[in-house]
């Protein structure tokens, strides 16, 4: 699975517009300027921020985007779900699809399935307002 820079991106939006936001509008101009990402590539993103709920935007003057919920209940998962589509390591656990004509002799399939739920637990149990804080100082331990 790679995550495009569209997923990435959301996520880098939704995490500014937490920052500096507060309950008030912010103009795309000035996400794009902080975050460096082209501002009519964000319009394609926040257009389906906008539609999920996620986001709320305004015309004019005083105008942009704000937050419609609280950054502790926007998962990672309903983001990068929403941006890339499926998030299934393999065809056959897609939601909807078609059953596959080996699945009850499949001998992989225990170890897509245990991984698609791994991925989907671990984004699920990560939110926006986890993305907000930095690491603490004595944290950045690497091996």
Avoid at 48 to 58: E, F, H, Q, T, Y
Avoid at 113 to 124: A, C, K, M, P, T
Wanted: contains cysteine.
């Amino acid at each position: 699975m790679l995550i495009s820079t569209k997923g990435r991106y959301a996520l880098r939006v939704l995490i500014d517009m937490a920052e500096h936001g507060g309950n008030s509008f912010i103009p795309l101009s000035d996400i794009a300027e902080r975050q460096e990402i082209s501002e009519k590539y964000l319009e394609s993103i926040v257009r389906s921020l906008v539609r999920a709920g996620i986001l709320a935007g305004m015309r004019g003057k005083g105008g942009g985007y704000r937050l419609c919920r609280k950054p502790e209940d926007i998962s990672t998962y309903s983001v990068l779900s929403l941006t890339e589509g499926e998030l299934s390591p393999v065809a056959c656990l897609i939601d909807g699809a078609a059953p596959c004509p080996r699945m009850a002799s499949c001998r992989t399939l225990p170890l897509w399935d245990g991984l698609n739920s791994l991925i989907r637990e671990y984004l699920e149990s990560r939110s926006i307002a986890d993305l907000m804080r930095k690491n603490e100082a004595g944290d950045d331990y690497v091996i």
